[in-house]
């Protein structure tokens, strides 16, 4: 915008200049002798210029080119008009607007590397978040003495009292290993960050190849952790509302994946090509429905619940 204003700015001062030019060829002898006089005081006030006041003169180039000012700066005025000077502030003009609208451009593609470096560091400052809440639920859960969790829970769910007992001392080594992989990121100064997810990722992800999906489901709920995810609210005009999807609805499955916590989501959503169209397993109340949802956001808030498989 104050380029734009520039442009006009610097358009109205030359068509001003061009129209004094043109009223001085029509004028009578008496004004022009005016102006002829008032051009010699400023050539005597140029040639009284002091040493000093030439050496910066001669560090500040005019736009145009210093040959061409000076020669028109030293040729007579008259009363005819010149049209060299009137063609010296054509050229000069075009000069001005070239430059002003490549301006335009690099202000054009700088404001486009912003807005892109602005949704990075909101996409990064989300996943941060999603991050960091799953590492303090991991810490929550880690902080549960596996010999206290309800055997009964375990046999409620459908395990023998050998799987309990190994389940729980299961438990005891994932945490412990757990609890090395924090001291030891600590020490070395990479705790909270993608590696150190990454490898508590993999931690709880052998614990799920280990036991299979529907076993790892029995387990988390035996274990009093979250295995599901619900549907806390549906954003306006976003795919989850267009498709129909509704505030206590449970995400199953997404496309092949079961889906235990915000890490499955998020890894399911990213996976494979962005827009393509996947099903999605959706429980609701006693309802098994699937929808059709492209890969991506859905624009859903959620929640992470623990239910009896």
């Known amino acids: 915008m104050s380029a734009r204003l520039i442009l006009m700015a610097l358009m109205l001062v030359i ?16 004004r022009n002798a005016g102006t002829i006089a008032s051009v010699k005081t400023a050539a005597t006030l140029y040639e009284t210029r002091t040493p000093a006041q030439d050496e910066v003169a001669s560090r500040s180039p005019h736009p145009v080119g210093n040959e061409k000012t000076t020669a ?15 063609a010296f502030l054509a050229e000069l003009l075009t000069q001005e607007v070239s430059k002003l609208r490549r301006l335009e451009r690099s202000l054009a593609a700088l404001q486009n ?24 639920d991991g810490q929550t859960e880690a902080a549960k003495d596996p010999g206290k969790v309800s055997e009964a829970r375990f046999l409620a769910v459908g395990f023998d009292p050998d799987q309990t007992a190994q389940l729980k001392k299961r438990i005891s080594e994932i945490e412990m290993e757990r609890l090395y992989l924090r001291h030891r990121a600590r020490r070395e100064g990479w705790l909270r960050t993608p590696e150190y997810y990454e490898a508590v990722r993999e931690l709880r992800q052998g614990m799920k190849e280990e036991l299979g999906e529907d076993a790892y489901d029995r387990f988390l709920f035996a274990s009093e952790r979250p295995n599901r995810l619900l549907v806390k609210s549906v954003m306006e005009s976003s795919p989850a509302e267009q498709t ?16 235990f916590s915000y890490r499955d989501f998020r890894d399911a959503t990213t996976r494979g090509e962005m ?9 609701r109340g006693g309802e098994i429905l699937e929808v059709q949802l492209p890969r991506g956001p859905l624009g859903v808030r959620l929640d992470r619940i623990t239910v009896q498989p």
């Open 275 to 283: 827009g393509e169209t996947v099903p999605v397993e959706i429980r």
């Open 113 to 136: 590397q912003v807005r892109q470096l602005e949704t990075a560091v909101a996409d990064r400052t989300r996943q941060l978040s999603s991050e960091q809440k799953a590492d303090k």
């Open 244 to 259: 129909g999807l509704q505030p206590g609805d449970i995400i199953f499955r997404y496309d092949d994946s079961r889906i």
């Open 15 to 30: 068509g001003i200049v061009i129209g004094v030019f043109a009223m001085d060829s029509k004028a009578p002898p008496e």
């Open 72 to 86: 028109l700066l030293a040729k007579p005025a008259n009363t005819t008009g010149d049209p060299d000077k009137v």
